[in-house]
Each structure stands twice: as structure tokens, then as C-alpha cells.
């Protein structure tokens, strides 16, 4: 070879990659993959202990596609047995085979009772039910989080987010176009607050990003939007460039353009749209076993858990981390000491590991 | 809780194309370019292709999250490139990887230079996939140390120490190539 320089290897490069010949596009095979994944996850995020549970709830509980009537009523769920929160909801799952939550595991059934909108709390799983923002606690008895009417849309997707220093947990609902943003304190089991937002033709595009110390973070199809509960102040927060990937202890995390509201007392930081904060705000987790420090003063955290490529954080506070391979390991790390328990050894055979109540 | 209050007006403005029409322009203005940075990465046409596939998927189902962020490519490259590094992890991929089909390589370069640039490109080939996906990244995609630690989900130092030995690598067969001297 002869002498060659770093612009000889990015002439190198170009030189051959640019030449390549795309395969030819197939936007319609994306589509159907999508919705493969999109079925694929509705099929296995689901809780039942018993093939007459499984008949049971699903007859009730199947996705229903468009908008539906509004609905005051909610179907009886049959619960999955008692189930142990006591160190995280510890929700991951095979695909399409098993899934394991608060020390249980389960099989996994086509049901939407657990789907990509669910949410972790420590106080249980929040999912959505034809709309209906519904809790399944550790009794394993499920209740719903929300009396009044609400109608399901395909099309709406507003998830659940909890905060971590309280026991609210905040939602949106949709009825007659409108979306209602709700707070919710699951301890007490009663609403802290709520607020109609009259969106017109936006509604859909709601997406409740994060809660923190009382304050909402609402994302719209014009931008994100603080509401701070105690005084129902609402105030734009940034455009819609800028999307709010993780808000805890007063640290929001944000990807694009900067926020455009200054808050006194509380940090910005940027980072991938799918990092997270752990509950001090102090370090981003971000598809690695090291977390990286907010600030200079701090070390990373370097979790001991070899081989792990995936990873979110559990209602607890610590990480849960899979391992890629054959078989994989299911890991839950303590922050900071990064010091790693095996949760478990599954042979997954429904496409990569997931963390239920944790999806982008 | 209280009254209603009401979105400011600029959300009310209509959102313009709906997903299909907006992602299927995303679609067609970015695929090209990504399946090229993704084949630098695996080295494998089907590989590339079934990579940068399930990452599109992945962005389709999560457009609306994902068109909200400054760069809509930048999520769908990590997505692909953490696809590709995934694979070559699997155990059966490293023991029953086929070859590259002769009649899918890129077409020769014919210009004429003093630079051996085949032998350049098989060298990057033959370095391992993440150190591969570092000087792609770097060097083809001229992304900064720290976007290129965002796409691989690791610190900085590790993508410095990444293409230091990839640099180091390379320069095994050219001891010309200063390591340090284009990285950051």
C-alpha cells in the first residue's frame, strides 16, 4: 500500500461508498415490518397467569382500531396473582413467549393489555385501555385511573410518566377532541389535578414527555409546554425542535435545540432523544453500561454487567440490563455502586429482549 | 380543573402532511445515503439492508417522537449501526458469516492516484466492526468524536481509543499515517 493520510482514507471511502448501488427502496416492506413490530409487541406485553384468564380478558381487552364510542364503563380484568414491587417492577420480557414482572413469570398472550404506552411506576403498571389510563397494582387487581369519558384513537398516544420523588403519575385522556391532562397520586389513590386543553385538530399529537416536582412536561405538535400542577400555570417551555427525552430531581435532559425558557433552579443537559436520567439527575444512561455524569464533579458509573447491551432503568431507581446473545441475561444494577444482580437466563426467541412499561 | 385553557394559536395550526406522506419523504431523501454509511459499517449488503430496514421500522412506528428531533437521519443511522454491531455480537453470525458475493461489490474506482485506495478500503474491511463503524463514522460521515459516541452509546474516550487503534491498525501496512493526527 502506499503512504496515505486521514484525507486519503475519507477519499478511500467516499471513493467506494459512494459508488455502491442502493438496493432498491421498499417503503411498503418497512410499513409491514412496522406493523409486524407493532403486533409482534402487542402480542407479548400482556400479563395472565391461566389459559381461562387468557380467554377471559381477551374478550375485552382487544385493540380496537379508530375511535370508539365513549365509554364510562370498564371490563373486570382477572388478576395475574400477587406480585412483588418491593425492588422494582423488574419487567422484561421474550417476545412473543414469556414475560417476567414483580417476581412472576407469566406467559405472554396477543392481548393489548400491556402495550408500547405502558408505564412503569412503582406503584404498578399503567397502561391504556381503549384509552382508559388503567393501573395493574401488586395485589395484581387492576383499576382504572380515570372515571370520567374517554375515547380511543389509534392515532393518540399520549403515554404515562411518573415522577420519581412522588407518587404522581400524570397522563392524558381524549373525549369529544379534547384532551384532558391529569395528575394523579397513586399512593393516596386520588387525582392531585386536572386540565382540559382545548387542542382542535392537534389533540392527537399530545404526548405527555415527563414530571418532575409537581411540573408537567407536555408536548404538543407546536412544542413543549411546563404545567405546574400547584398553580395550573402553563407555559411554553421550547419549539418543536426540541424533544424532552427524561425530566428527574430538576434535571431535564433534551434533545435538539436548546429549551427556550430559562427555570431557575433547574438544569439542562443534552442527550439522546431515548437516554435517561437516573432518579438524582446526576448521571444519562444511554445504550451502555457506562453512565455518563451530568456534571464535571461527578465520576461515571460503570455497571458490572458484562456483555449488556440493552438498558433502561427500573421503577426503583436501579438498571435493568440484558445481555445480547444466546442465551441472555436479565440483570438488575444498583446506582451508583454499579454493582449487578442476575435476574435471570432466557433463551429469547421472539427478536431482541424488552423491558415492558419502558419503550421509547 | 379549572377553565379551559386554550393551546397558543401556532398549535392550532394544522400540522401540514400527515405520517405517511411526511416519513415516506424522509424515506426517499435519506435511504440512499444511509444505506451507504451502513454497508461501510457492516460490510455486507443484506446485512446493511436488513439493518438500515428495521431501523426505518423502527422510526416509522415512533415518528412522531422522531421527527420532533433536530436530526430524523441521526436517529435512524444510530438505530441501523447499533443493528449492525448487534449482529456481529450473535454467536451463529460470527461462525456462519457468508462472504460478499462478487457481483455486489461497489463498482472499481478508475480514477487514477498514487493512493492504493482497494487496499486502503479492504483494510478497513478487515478491522473489527466497532472500530470499523468509528472510522465510517468519522471519516465517511465526518461526525465529530462526540456525535460518534452518541451513535455508539459510549464516552467519548472510547471512540478517541477506538479509532486510535483502528489508525493503529491501519498504519500497520502504511507507518505514515500519523494516529493522532486527524481523530478529533
Redo the contacts between chains.
Sequence with gaps: MSTFTPDDLRIALSSHLDTVVPPTSDLAGIRRQQRRNRARKLAFATVVTAAAAAVVIGAVLLVRPGASPSTDSTPDFVSPGTLDYSEGLRAYADPGRVLFLGGRSLPADDFAYLDTDAAATAYGMVFFDAGRPMLLREKGDTEALYDGAVEASQAFHPTAKADAHSADVAFAVMHDDQVTLVVRDLDADRMVASRPLDCADTCQDVVVDGIDHGVVFVRTGGGTYLWNVANDDWTRFAGAQTRVADVRNRVVLYDGSAPTLPLNAWRYVQGAVDAQLTFDGRHVLSWSPTLSPVSAADDPITLKAPGAIFFTFDTDGSVLAATAGDPTTFLDCEVPSGKCEKLGTVKVTGGDPMFLGNDM | ??A?????S??????GTGKDEEF?EF??ST??RL???T??VAGD?SLA?DAL??A???A???W???R???HPEA?VR?MAV?EVL?VF????FRRERPGEPADNL??P?H?EA????E???R??TALPVRQRAV??LR??E?LSEEEIA?V????RGTVKSQAFDA?RR?RV??P??DPT??VS
Design positions: 380543573m379549572q379551559s385553557p386554550s393551546f397558543p401556532e398549535v392550532l395550526v394544522s400540522q415516506s424515506y426517499t435511504w440512499a444505506f451507504r454509511t454497508y461501510g449488503r439492508e430496514q428495521s426505518y421500522a423502527k416509522y412506528g415512533a412522531s417522537t422522531v420532533a428531533t433536530d436517529y444510530r447499533n448487534n455480537r450473535r454467536p451463529w461497489p463498482a474506482s480514477e498514487t493512493l492504493d485506495r487496499a486502503l478500503w483494510a478497513v472510522v465510517v471519516y465517511y465526518d452518541r455508539l452509546g459510549c464516552s489508525l491501519l501496512t502504511d505514515a499515517l493526527g486527524d
